[in-house]
């Protein structure tokens, strides 16, 4: 399932979201942008995050499209287009303003810059494997490739000291 996303939009057509914030470059140029919004539906529902950048020709919308649209991200969908898709008309809808013809020429045809994506996939191991899972991965895998238990009996991790790449592995079943 897809569990976060932070994607990028060029056009000139934004509307200003957030407060303007004016910063002078090195090389003495002025630019405009605006400060980050949290998009909320409700009082205590998850947020999503919008930002109007670069004197208003690029627009970025990141956070977890599951929890956004679902208010939990315990499952999910792989349709990363789908999600986006969803997840900006449903920003727009609760700041009650119309959405950019540029955001949805982009949408519908993607054509935006992903920046970074979360996968997380969930699946159950049961705990009398864990130990050989991890013993072969120790004989046999890749150097790169570490396995520790999560406090005994929970599960495994894969790369625990890695940014971008991480694996977890746990001996319970959730039904939601």
């Known amino acids: 399932m897809i569990d976060y996303f932070n994607i990028t939009i060029d056009g000139d057509d934004f509307p200003e979201i957030g407060k303007k914030v004016v910063v002078r470059q090195p090389s003495g140029v002025k630019t405009k942008s605006f400060t980050e919004v949290k998009v909320i539906a409700g009082k205590y529902a998850p947020h999503f995050n919008v930002r109007v950048e670069t ?84 004989r046999y895998g890749v150097a790169s490739l570490k396995a520790t238990t999560i406090s005994p009996g929970v599960g495994v991790r894969l790369w625990p000291g890695s940014r971008d790449r991480e694996v977890l592995i746990y001996d319970k079943q959730n039904f939601f």
């Open 55 to 138: 004197n208003g020709q690029r627009i970025r919308f990141h956070g977890s499209p599951a929890q956004w649209l679902q208010g939990h991200n315990g499952m999910g969908s792989n349709d990363f287009q789908g999600l986006v898709k969803k997840s900006i008309r449903l920003a727009f809808e609760t700041l009650e303003m119309d959405c950019p013809a540029s955001v949805s020429k982009a949408i519908i045809s993607g054509n935006y810059a992903v920046d970074e994506v979360h996968v997380a996939e969930h699946y159950a191991m049961p705990a009398s494997l864990i130990a050989k899972l991890c013993d072969d991965i120790r």
